[in-house]
């Protein structure tokens, strides 16, 4: 039995021996492997840091390039540093405004007064609306601006004892008589009436350095000349560039609607949107004649005055205006929210893209 016992205590060892020899020998092996896999890791590790270091010098690359593009693209529109600094200088100070009229800020505006929806426009986009304290009766953007006090209209009028009561240090307007009868009145007035896109933003800017919102100015401009640009540049790989008639009102004679000429900043949106504009051999808003368009012969038609009831359909049961190409063709389009392309404002890049939309369509698939 003692034998037996002994037999059985040796296997046991040997067993014991052989089990710890494979698990040792398993051990190795996964270590072996451990290395090899970290090895590896390493390696692919590596090739990741490479790939994304090549993959930062191309997106520097790419950006550099884009920078460049959208500094040429707007230096060809005459579009270059317009900034609050150089538009505004220094305020307290003197300004020109877009009459060329030197205008001193004494201080810094806290109570402004908007007489015309674009200027209320750029007033809020610029973080100001606490800053305002009347608007005129069309002011409707953005929705806060509807619940300032409302000063009237240039048609019929605008209350100047409204005006008088609500104290402004600062009104902000377009051209007109209202512009002397304020200054009579001992009131400061700066007049923004642009004439292109560029204006538009020098007019941005001005607002942003007169109240020492300057930086908010800089960063909404920067905004909108890269739109600006990416549109350009878009409309012009265009193959062709049509021909179109613009109208703008025809309420009181459909047979001599006002359209936009030379030196307005639709005609800018036309030439930019990658179209031409029949109308543009005058200058600023006139009334164009049926035989004018009919000679012309655009090849389409943008309504501005849709919201007024000139709808495609009136355009083309017009009976002097069945013969025109774009009646032809159907190539009658509205604009749906004209105070996109009408209101020189922050907004005026989207009435861009929609009128580049119309005449390029080709351009902006989805």
Partial sequence: MKRFGLILLCLA????GVIAYHFYDEQSRLASEKTASDEEIER???????????????????????????????????IVDITPESVAGTIPGSITDDLGRIVTIDEIPQRILSLAPSCTEILFALDLGDRVVGVTDYCDYPEEAKAKPKVGAPFPGFSMETIVD????????????????????????????????????RDIALVGGITHKGEKAK????????????????????????????????????????????GTFQDDLITLAGGRNIAS????????????????????????????????????NRS????????????????????????????????LEEIARIIHPELFEE
Wanted: aromatic share 6%; net charge negative.
């Fill in 281 to 316: 051999g005058r200058s600023g808003w006139y009334e164009m004649s049926i035989e004018e368009i009919l000679n012309a012969n655009p090849g389409l038609i943008i309504l501005e005055d849709y919201q007024y009831g000139a709808t495609p359909e009136v355009v083309a």
């Fill in 219 to 262: 960063t909404l401009i920067d905004e909108m000349e890269e739109r600006l640009a990416a549109i350009v540049i878009e409309t012009a790989m265009a193959t062709e560039r049509p021909t179109v008639f613009y109208e703008v009102d025809a309420s009181l004679n459909e047979n001599k609607p006002y359209t936009v000429g030379f």
């Fill in 13 to 16: 060892l040997v067993f014991a």
């Fill in 320 to 351: 002097a205006w069945k013969g025109l190409t774009a009646v032809k063709e159907g190539r009658i389009y509205p604009i749906i929210d004209s105070n996109l392309t009408c209101r020189p404002g922050p907004r005026i890049v989207d009435g």
């Fill in 44 to 78: 692919i590790s590596s090739e990741i840091a490479d790939l994304e270091n090549e993959i930062g010098k191309i997106s520097s690359e790419m950006a550099n390039l884009e920078a460049a593009a959208l500094e040429a693209v707007l230096a060809a529109l005459g």
């Fill in 166 to 201: 609500l104290d402004p240090d600062l009104v902000l307007s377009i051209a007109g008589t209202i512009v002397g009868q304020l200054e009579n009145l001992g009131l400061t007035v700066v007049v923004l009436q642009p004439k292109d896109i560029g204006d538009v933003l």
